[in-house]
């Protein structure tokens, strides 16, 4: 078997297991690129070139300066003004808005900013809204260069592979009339979301709330009906948790033994019903505690250290002073111990936030808000109004040619770090280590694919496949393996495993290697039938009680109107032959 084959084989193991999801990307990434390395498949030289990769460091200082501009207060003043009217015309603003900001800003931002504020207003039920705003953002993503992270990382394969850099409005010829038509599906078609929780109080009910047994309760021994368990306001005893087995559903002779946890469901607001109860404790702490603090809800950023960890694990209550009182994924609530369930990415918690809940410097890394106060301070009126003019500025010399994007953000951070809009606590606590990994990393395999002859040898595959069909069908192929890939996995990860394979069939055919550039751009963001493949969508799955046929439902007119125009525009805007 040759080596062509061996690193092909090896790509195929390194998707099974992104698939699968158990190991992060940037764990399974950096370990290939340093597996190439000391098989001798990648020269030092080589795999520490792919970090220094000028759009990777771009890409960098764009997310670092966003820091900044995502606390800016417009995106929650002007998308209250949005949500006006019928709930077709306010999806239709909204979409527009979030995209429009999406073109510049990182759509992980703008779907975080604007998050809270339409999961707390009592015009439309939130999943009627939230699933397009995730969709907008990545709409407004494709229409520049800067708009994804994506479109970054494809530039940096393009640099990497010799060819001219991608420039700043390069995407728009197609993305505009690409994200205008999805918008427009998606306003025709919001009839097909559900109508979840439209209210607070709704959407807390969906949890289910613990309570313990302490050793020396006076309600040791004692069955259900005599400790006036059975009917409380507002909740619900659905089970019991006794030494590692479930009692459900629990009638009223149970006797109540030392440690029993019990689990409640019903209006998790309601948990002053458990203080008249002597010995109960709700999660680590009496009732008195949870009484005192507030609830608050959150979801669990893409950033944070708790993914597939345990509350347990990281002592939750020591590092955030606060105690969870439920935990939703998607519609589901999610019960038994809860201490003891590994938390995913998008994952709703409630918490009973102490008093010092909003001082921990960690918040902003692990946490998007859905209600209560915020937890970064909001810029005021000037400074917003100095960061946001000093980004377009960027934006705008860059276009021009004057100053290169990377020098921009240079100047444009160094002022954000010198007038105090910016700290280097905060740089050090939200910079995208993860991110620097994944794409370094695949910036390494990319150039093996290439060197081992991996991506000759699939262009030659696609040559004989699509030989009969013309160089259409073969860009239509390039383009619907990239779509598959990012459904399934992440969009950085395909558009890392689909660039050699584009660049080589480009190649194989003989003709302008632009084309296919693109469509693998495209392709990479076009993650719209799959909750888990890309960042937004899991920041509004639980936040919206989502099933994963929500996301087909409503992705699949989005996604078929996205393919076709891609397909249809690119050849026309960027030739096959020149």
């Known amino acids: 078997m040759t080596t062509a084959h061996l690193v092909l084989a090896s790509i195929a193991l390194l998707l099974a297991l992104l698939a699968h999801g158990r190991v992060g990307p940037a764990v399974l990434f950096a370990a290939w690129a340093g597996g190439y390395h000391l098989l001798g498949l990648a020269s030092q030289q080589e795999l520490l070139a792919s970090f220094s990769n000028p759009a990777l460091a771009t890409l960098i200082l764009l997310l670092l300066v966003s820091l900044a501009l995502e606390r800016s207060p417009l995106l929650d003043h002007l998308s209250e003004l949005l949500l006006k009217g019928r709930v077709g015309l306010a999806t239709l603003r909204l979409s527009v808005f979030a995209c429009l900001i999406s073109a510049f800003m990182n759509n992980t931002a703008v779907v975080g900013a604007l998050l809270g504020t339409v999961t707390s207003q009592r015009r439309h039920p939130a999943s009627k809204l939230l699933i397009p705003l995730s969709y907008a953002s990545i709409l407004g993503g494709i229409t520049t260069l800067v708009g994804t992270s994506t479109n970054l990382v494809v530039n940096s394969f393009v640099i990497d592979a010799g060819l001219p850099p991608l ?58 009906e005599t400790n006036r368990l059975r009917n409380l306001e507002g909740l619900f005893l659905l089970e019991i948790e006794r030494e590692g087995r479930l009692i459900s559903p629990v009638g009223p002779a149970e006797i109540l033994h030392t440690g029993d946890v019990l689990v409640f469901t019903g209006e998790v607001a309601r948990v002053q019903t458990l203080q008249r109860f002597p010995g109960l404790e709700v999660f680590g702490a009496g009732a008195d505690a949870l009484l005192k603090s507030n609830l608050v809800e959150v979801v669990l950023a893409s950033s944070s250290d708790l993914a597939n960890r345990t509350l347990r694990e990281v002592d939750f209550r020591t590092m955030f002073d606060a105690g969870v009182v439920g935990i939703r994924r998607g519609d589901r609530r999610l019960t038994g111990q809860l201490g003891r369930i590994p938390l995913r990415v998008g994952d709703s918690l409630l918490l009973a936030a102490g008093p010092d809940f909003l001082q921990h410097r960690n918040l902003d890394r692990n946490f998007h808000i859905l209600n209560g106060s915020g937890l970064r301070p909001k810029l005021g009126r000037m400074q917003s109004v100095a960061a946001l003019s000093g980004f377009a500025l960027v934006i705008l010399v860059a276009a021009l040619g004057w100053l290169p994007l990377f020098g921009g953000l240079l100047v444009l951070l160094a002022a954000l770090l010198g007038s ?89 055919f003989g003709v302008d290697p632009m084309p296919f550039v693109m469509v693998v751009a495209y392709g990479a963001s076009a993650g719209f039938l799959i909750p888990f493949g890309y960042q937004t969508h899991l920041m509004v799955y639980s936040a919206g009680r989502y099933r994963m046929r929500d996301f087909l439902r409503a992705g699949l007119p989005v996604s078929l109107t996205y393919s076709a125009l891609v397909l249809l525009l690119v050849p026309l805007v960027f030739p096959l032959h020149r």
Not at 171 to 199: D, E, K, Y
Not at 438 to 443: D, F, H, K, M
Not at 452 to 481: K, T
């Open 167 to 224: 420039q700043m409005f390069q995407f728009a010829w197609v993305g505009i009339p690409v994200a205008l038509a999805c918008i427009g599906v998606m306003a025709l078609s919001s009839r097909l979301l559900p109508a979840n929780a439209s209210s607070e109080a709704e959407a807390r009910s969906t949890y289910f709330l613990e309570a313990r047994v302490a050793a020396g309760s006076p309600m040791i021994g004692r069955s259900i």
């Open 420 to 508: 105090g809009l910016l700290t280097l606590g905060e740089l050090r606590r939200r910079f995208p280590f993860e991110l620097l990994v994944v794409i370094g990393s695949a910036l390494a395999i990319a150039g093996v694919v290439e060197r081992s002859g991996a991506a000759e040898l699939v262009a030659g595959w696609m040559r004989a496949i699509f030989d009969g069909h013309g160089v259409h069908a073969a860009l239509a192929g390039v383009y619907l393996i990239t779509l598959t890939l990012t459904e399934v996995i992440t969009n950085t990860a395909a558009a890392a495993l689909a660039f050699p394979i584009a660049l080589g069939t480009a190649r194989a």
